[in-house]
């Protein structure tokens, strides 16, 4: 039975979710939800999210929501075939994602999230004007998370050690959003930073979802 992804390619948590789909060559069908017509806060959605999020993942009898938890267990179901991006085989490194894992989840995203949504939702989906100081002060706080990371990447070439891993993917979609904002200088001016965006975001099957991140995009 084909996993069905219900989200829009359009959106940082499916797209997360889409990118680690294509690293494994998965099979899936995207069904899309209208978020415009409130589809994802009605019945038969909030059955498979009772928090009215995309996205949701249904595998046979497997309902799942929570991007990164959806693409940790497409990394669990389809280890071994072309990749891993969770080092299931060595304790120390699956470790070691786990924790990079956690740093993008509660560290990197609270700070990336605000201004994403300040400087892209707010003007194109709400038609406001960003509220600047919440993002100076999440552009702040980015720094502070970006700073550590220049320095990690100094001693390896991606987030939990010389591997790509779901640690690094999970980044992808909000720094992708965000070097369409001036805040990309964030990225740019740290040199170890840059060159792990420029290699993480070359892959092809993040360059597959991509083209979908269309959001901010002039018509
Ligand atoms: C967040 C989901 C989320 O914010 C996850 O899956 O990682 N922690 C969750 N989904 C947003 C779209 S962001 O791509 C969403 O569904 N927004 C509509 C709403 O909240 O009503």
């Known amino acids: 039975m084909t996993i069905k992804l219900y989200g829009v390619a359009m959106s940082t948590c499916t797209a997360k979710v ?11 069908e995207l069904v899309p939800v209208n978020l415009q017509n409130g589809e994802h806060k009605q019945p038969a959605f909030l059955a498979k999210n009772p928090f009215g999020q995309i996205p949701a993942l249904e595998d046979g009898d497997l309902t799942l929501f929570e991007s990164r938890a959806i693409s940790t267990y497409v990394a669990e179901k389809f280890k071994g075939s072309s990749c891993d991006l969770l080092r299931s085989q060595n304790p120390k490194e699956a470790a070691l994602v786990k924790t990079w894992m956690e740093v993008e989840s509660q560290q990197f995203s609270p700070a ?6 300040q400087s892209i939702i707010v003007p194109i989906l709400h038609g406001g004007s960003p509220n600047q100081a919440i993002i100076d002060e999440s552009a702040a706080k ?18 939990a050690g010389d591997f790509y891993s779901l640690a690094d993917l999970h980044h992808l979609t909000y720094i992708y959003y965000l070097m369409k904002t001036p805040y990309g200088k964030l990225i740019n001016e740290r ?10 975001s070359s892959r092809p099957a993040f360059k597959k979802v991509a083209s979908g ?3 901010g995009d002039k018509n």
């Open 18 to 28: 889409l990118a680690c789909l294509h690293e494994y060559g998965a099979e899936f």
């Open 112 to 117: 990336i999230s605000p201004i994403f949504y």
């Open 191 to 200: 040199p170890r930073v840059k060159a792990w965006w420029e290699d993480i």
């Open 213 to 215: 991140l269309t959001l």
């Open 142 to 159: 980015l720094g502070k998370v970006l700073d550590v990371y220049e320095k990690k990447l100094s001693s390896s070439k991606y987030l």
